[in-house]
């Protein structure tokens, strides 16, 4: 596709279920990110790719967030019982290796825990 | 660590005036990239403009001009002229010109919002 896709948009779950998240990102962009914005908030980084490698991990909240990226193309961002305090708009970017800085984003899934 | 703070949470202006948004940054280092991205209503970030530390001269994108000031760590945004579709969030953004080390660290953003 032309630009940065997730799935789903929105995502309503019950509290102490496992979701999976999904960024498919523009072709040929080398690294991807995942970040987390909470109702009216800036983003909070959460995990960078560079290919299927993830060198900065340091935002994952908690060990019941995950992510891995496969072929250097898609990334699926797990969390596993889930928490009120995930609820949030979980957005992922990709860019191109020599573009530093200059995300392209998708529109975010969209993340209630009931 | 490197930090990024906007302390304007909101700002409005008359169309077609001249707006200003903050930001300053913390870093140690001498080699990075700043960035203003734009988050509208429906939700999917832009970049907005982009400069690199090593260069003095400001960047501009049509109505879209930077105030760059290295020794103070400030990095303003100017947007001439606003017009109705620049309502948005604006965030302001630093990244590190170092291969191994590629994370984007956004400011808590400006909610603006443009009056017709």
């Known amino acids: 596709g032309a630009g940065v896709s997730q799935s789903p948009s929105n995502k309503v779950t019950e509290k102490g279920k496992d979701v999976e998240l999904r960024c498919d990102p523009i072709s040929g962009h080398t690294a991807l990110y995942w970040y987390r914005q909470s109702l009216g908030q800036g983003l909070e980084f959460l995990i960078y790719f560079q290919g299927n490698s993830a060198p900065d991990k340091s935002g994952l909240p908690s060990d019941r967030f995950s992510a891995e990226r496969t072929g250097g193309s898609v990334s699926t961002l797990t969390i596993q019982r889930t928490q009120q305090e995930d609820s949030a708009v979980y957005l992922c970017?990709?860019?191109?290796?020599?573009?530093?800085?200059?995300?392209?984003f998708g529109e975010g899934s969209r993340l209630t825990v009931l | 660590a490197q930090t990024v703070t906007q302390s304007q949470p909101e700002m409005s202006v008359q169309e077609a005036e001249t707006v200003t948004l903050s930001c300053t940054y913390d870093t140690s280092e001498s080699n990075y990239y700043l960035f203003w991205y734009k988050q509208p209503p429906s939700r999917q970030m832009i970049l907005v403009i982009r400069q690199e530390a090593y260069k003095q001269q400001n960047a501009t994108e049509n109505r879209f001009s930077v105030n760059f000031q290295k020794a103070a760590k400030s990095f303003s945004l100017k947007i001439s002229d606003s017009q109705l579709g620049d309502t948005a969030m604006y965030f302001c953004a630093f990244i590190l010109d170092d291969f191994g080390n590629e994370k984007l660290t956004f400011g808590t953003g400006t909610r603006l919002t443009i009056i017709p």
């Open positions: 970017a990709s860019r191109e290796r020599w573009r530093t800085g200059e995300l392209f």
